[in-house]
């Protein structure tokens, strides 16, 4: 837990127990009394866990598949030697029928191997 919400957990720790009033602990916080309720009821109900967000340590449901990662690798560094980004997307849309965008290419790379300055200088 970062050190904010560690700082968050104490003041509601405090509300709870009778020793800050809501509105102080509202004006500590930097929020709306109205965010304070919301915080005081999740951290009622599950502790200082019901503080961090609820997607904390999961994968992205959008994220690119490692197998197909690997073969964009493999196409990049093979057939594709040299191509930088915006080519690279190109001719993987137009010959293999894999569409990503440009940043996601440029994300696959340093994701699966080691990344020089760019796919033909993998190494």
């Known amino acids: 837990m970062s050190v904010h919400k560690q700082r968050r957990a104490l003041v509601l720790t ?38 961090v967000h609820g997607n904390r340590g999961r994968r992205s449901e959008r994220r690119v598949g490692d197998d197909i990662a690997r073969r964009v690798v493999a196409l990049a560094t093979g057939r594709y030697a040299g191509a930088n980004d915006t080519p690279l997307c190109e001719l993987l849309a137009e010959r293999e029928g894999i569409q990503f965008s440009r940043s996601s290419v440029r994300r696959i790379g340093p994701s699966v191997g080691s990344w020089g300055r760019g796919w033909g200088q993998f190494r």
Request: aromatic letters at 6%; glycine letters at 16%; proline letters at 5%.
């Open 14 to 51: 405090r509300v709870v127990g009778g020793d800050l009033s809501p509105g102080d602990a509202a004006a500590s916080l930097g929020c709306s009394q109205r965010r304070l309720w919301r915080l005081l009821r999740k951290f009622r109900a599950s502790g200082p866990a019901g503080l």
